[in-house]
């Protein structure tokens, strides 16, 4: 961070006018929030009553634990992340390698028809990719639901961005040493692109987490459900269920990548920047 | 090296694009009636759809009122951030937060935040006098309560873009600006907006998309109620496809947001080429 260097005179005014429309809206954007934190860390009678000497406790979360199969789902969404990530990074590093480095015909046809996947999701095309889900036999299944975005059409950008910035120099270098092709890419450019395989990882992660459509159209049983449908089926299912329950699986969902984020806030934020900028 | 990613991108992206295309003219397989062709039928059923057509007006006020607000919000929050503001890191952490959070758990907190007379914002309109009023179940305020939790959701997202942009603004400029007297709304309009024009166009787009792809929140709300009043277009397209498994007619309502988000790919197109500064 530079010093500040001459800037224009502030009236005193403005800058606390700026200083409390910043925190105003920083409190109302994080109180639905804090809210929800209240209602999982207090007895239900206290889940809407805000006095500070109600009594602190986990039991929600020990409760909601014990009202559905969350533990099965963790599993579940750990394995779908892990698996879709890694197919990610093997995949689409070839394809941007060869994007980068080879001369070939059709290439920018092909780079082209890549691109389309930025702008039609598999989201969309959901009721044409659950018709070959159930032809494959892969309905109801973690695979099924990673299948369709084991290509990622942004990984290989980003991946094919950064390739082709390495010096060409490295690359002659290595082969003189008697490098394979597998070689050099495995010990020069993945080496390189590590920020970028970082910053590709922790959006890839936060997103399949997150996920909702597609995995509630192809899974219908607790064997492959991630966390996010198995909420919904928790929150929508058990109707007279109290709220400081719900709230506090809520909460357990998001608690991965939450504790995550304000672990290691910069490196998300930073990552998500580098995504974003093309 | 590049087979198996393009295998794959082929078989989730452009063939069921294709296909769907094929679809929309087909009629609905039904028990050992196989499918054959029926024109535009579909396309037809389509029109004389009224959900249908409420769920594409709805989408339009959804997109017309999350967009501006949330890429509005986005800059706000960019540049107080930017500000060096007193408490920046808590500032930073209050908008991104809601990001990171899968929506199906940011659908749950609101959906608690909205319960009539038990929820946070009715107890805070109690406070203030004002009568109970069922958001979510009100016809004319249920679209706009789910807009809410959108711009929640994206705004911070965007911020970060802006403030990778800000950031990356050579800092003389606002010197040169201070020694010349510029004001600060002077400095905004003439310098700093042109020069985040780019930045703008990308978030414009993801936005765009965004208001035609989220539906994670009617879900778990609404379920599109009440009487159709939240229904967005790919949530019509989830309940033909999956709760009524008309999938000729979902082909069709498919096609329709694929030419929406061919536009948006080609609006974009030409408006970077024309309209960006580098």
């Known amino acids: 961070m530079h010093a500040e260097a001459p800037t224009y005179r502030v009236p005193l005014w403005i800058r606390s006018l700026d200083h409390i429309g910043a925190w105003l809206l920083a409190l109302i954007w994080i109180l639905p929030l804090v809210y929800a934190v209240w209602t999982a860390l207090h007895p239900q009678e206290f889940s809407a009553k805000f006095v500070l000497t109600a009594p602190l406790t986990l039991e929600n979360f020990a409760n909601a634990w014990k009202a559905a199969p969350f533990a099965r789902y963790f599993l579940n969404t750990t394995l779908l992340v892990t698996l879709i990530l890694g197919s990610q990074l093997v995949l689409c590093t070839l394809a941007a390698y060869a994007f980068a480095r080879y001369e070939f015909r059709g290439k920018n046809i092909l780079f082209s028809l890549v691109l389309i996947q930025l702008m039609i999701m598999p989201d969309i095309l959901l009721v044409e990719n659950y018709k070959t889900m159930s032809q494959l036999g892969l309905i109801d299944t973690l695979f099924g639901i990673g299948l369709p975005y084991f290509a990622s059409a942004f990984a290989i950008f980003l991946l094919r961005q950064t390739f082709k910035q390495i010096p060409n120099e490295l690359v002659e270098a290595a082969v003189m040493e008697g490098a394979s092709t597998l070689q050099i890419l495995w010990r020069v450019f993945v080496p390189l692109a590590k920020p970028v395989y970082i910053a590709f990882a922790l959006v890839s992660v936060s997103y399949h987490w997150n996920n909702f459509l597609w995995p509630l159209v192809v899974t219908n049983s607790v064997n492959s459900r991630p966390l996010t449908v198995g909420l919904q089926v928790f929150a929508s299912t058990d109707q007279g269920i109290d709220w400081s329950i719900i709230t506090a699986a809520t909460l357990l969902t998001a608690a991965p990548l939450l504790i995550a984020f304000l672990l290691f806030q910069r490196q998300f934020v930073q990552s998500f920047m580098r995504a974003g900028i093309k | ?278």
């Open chain 2, 1 to 278: 090296m590049l087979l198996p990613a393009l295998a794959l991108l082929v078989a989730f992206t452009h063939y069921p694009a294709v296909a769907t295309f094929i679809d929309s003219f087909m009629s609905t397989p039904k028990g050992n009636r196989p499918s054959t062709f029926v024109g535009l039928e579909n396309y037809r059923i389509m029109v004389e759809d009224p959900i249908f057509w409420q769920s594409f007006r709805n989408n339009l006020w959804f997109a017309l009122a999350t967009i501006p607000l949330s890429v509005g919000l986005a800059l706000a929050m960019a540049l107080w951030v930017n500000a060096r503001l007193s408490g920046q890191a808590f500032l930073r952490m209050a908008y991104f937060t809601p990001t990171v959070l899968p929506m199906i758990a940011v659908a749950n907190i609101w959906l608690f935040f909205y319960t009539p007379t038990y929820g946070l914002l009715e107890q805070i309109g109690g406070m203030f006098g004002f009568p109970s009023h069922n958001w979510l179940g009100d016809k004319s305020t249920a679209l706009g309560a789910i807009t809410m939790v959108a711009i929640w959701k994206e705004a911070g997202f965007f911020m970060i873009f802006y403030l990778a942009a800000l950031q990356g603004i050579n800092p003389s400029l606002r010197e040169a600006a201070a020694i010349e007297g510029a004001g600060r709304w002077f400095f905004f309009r003439r310098v700093l907006w042109p020069l985040l024009m780019p930045t703008t166009i990308f978030v414009l787009v993801n936005a765009v998309i965004n208001a035609f792809r989220m539906v994670d929140h009617v879900v778990v709300m609404t379920r599109g109620g009440p009487d159709n009043a939240t229904s967005l277009l790919l949530f019509h397209l989830y309940e033909v496809g999956f709760r009524y498994w008309d999938t000729g007619y979902a082909a069709a309502i498919t096609v329709v947001l694929l030419v929406v988000l061919a536009s948006v790919a080609l609006a974009q197109f030409f408006l970077m080429d024309r309209k960006a500064h580098y």
